[in-house]
């Protein structure tokens, strides 16, 4: 079961960024669980959205003892460390399409933390965002959560900067997109040229002369989030560790393509 939560190439690069257990002079205690156990077990929390104290026996580690190594990792910045690994695989061989990039965002309904707000679109109903900027073939770049109540546009710069210097076939790392497509929400001038300022071609969509549907094949989707159930509801109080599970989910889906 751990094997098959976390495949021998997913297990290489996680080993590359965990810090090192911590050492006890006197001994006794109880055993440590082994990184490779915990990391599955967090893993089984974030696709099937199950509870920490659900999390079956079959792992070894208890639930307690799972969320408090996760949250150790959380603080130790652990996920974005190993996605950052994880993303320059594809790009050390050419397989990130940098030419046409997307960004969207989609809410998640918050029961409790912070970076939360009501959402306009769900009676007010306090909510979460999660924005996405995704490169052409669907992996994720640049991530990042806010209150529902946050506009889109507010957050495309955060995100454009967001994006971590990314390995390529040739040359220097990369980290700007070629163009950027986006919906109606980010349709303002100062954005536009501020993506020129960058160096960036964009291709949003203009409020009341054209439909964002004639952009839906160039921007990215969120199926990627139905795979990670814990992100379809959020239960976590503190929004750093909301962000984590976000981190997660795009560790895993770009690890698929290290299998292919």
């Known amino acids: 079961m751990v094997e098959r939560m976390v495949p021998d190439e997913l297990w290489d690069l996680f080993e590359r960024v965990v810090p090192p257990a911590p050492s006890w002079t006197q001994g006794g205690g109880r055993r440590r669980y082994g990184d490779r156990e915990v990391l599955a077990a967090i893993i089984f929390v974030a696709t099937t959205g199950c509870t920490w104290r659900q999390l079956p026996p079959v792992f070894g580690p ?24 994880i993303i320059d695989e594809p790009g050390s061989r050419g397989d990130l399409d940098w030419s046409r990039c997307a960004i969207d965002s989609v809410h998640m309904r918050a029961l409790q933390g912070g970076l939360t707000g009501p959402n306009p679109v769900d009676r007010g109903k306090k909510s979460s965002k999660i924005h996405l900027i995704t490169e052409r073939t669907g992996s994720p770049l640049s991530i990042g959560i806010s209150g529902a109540n946050l506009h889109d546009s507010q957050a495309l710069e955060p995100l454009v900067r967001g994006i971590l210097p990314i390995r390529s076939r040739r040359g220097p790392r990369r980290r700007r997109a070629a163009k950027l497509h986006a919906e109606k929400g980010y349709d303002y001038d100062h954005l536009r040229r ?67």
């Open 62 to 85: 208890s639930g307690p003892t799972a969320h408090r190594r996760f949250t150790e990792w959380t603080a130790a910045r652990v996920w974005a460390k190993l996605h950052r690994l």
């Open 194 to 260: 501020w993506l020129r300022k960058r160096g960036i071609r964009h291709r949003i969509a203009r409020k009341g002369i054209e439909s964002s549907t004639r952009l839906v094949r160039h921007r990215c989707t969120m199926s990627w989030l139905s795979g990670c159930r814990r992100l379809h509801r959020r239960y976590e109080r503190k929004a750093e560790h909301f962000l984590a599970f976000t981190a997660i989910a795009r560790s895993l889906i770009c690890c698929r393509r290290l299998t292919k």
